[in-house]
């Protein structure tokens, strides 16, 4: 799995607004700057399975969590 794959794969799709994943794939996509910008885009990035690494805790303002809501204004 490469940041290349998932990138790919969304680009064959339309209208995504949610992204939900495995902490591993998360924190691959937060760690590459193609990866980080397609996260921003999405209304809703949600993981579970395994604690979230420290690395994703941007994406949460409040905290730590596994539900992951960017407020879309």
Not at 7 to 32: Q, R
Request: aromatic share 6%; hydrophobic share 45%.
């Amino acid at each position: 799995m490469t940041v290349r794959n998932v990138l790919g794969a969304l680009a064959a799709c339309t209208d995504v607004e949610a992204f939900l994943s495995v902490p591993y794939i998360l924190k691959m996509l937060v760690e590459h700057p193609e990866g980080l910008e397609m996260l921003r885009t999405m209304n809703l990035v949600s993981t579970g399975g395994a604690p979230l690494p420290e690395a994703c805790e941007w994406v949460n303002p409040h905290g730590k969590g596994q539900i992951l809501i960017r407020p879309r204004f």
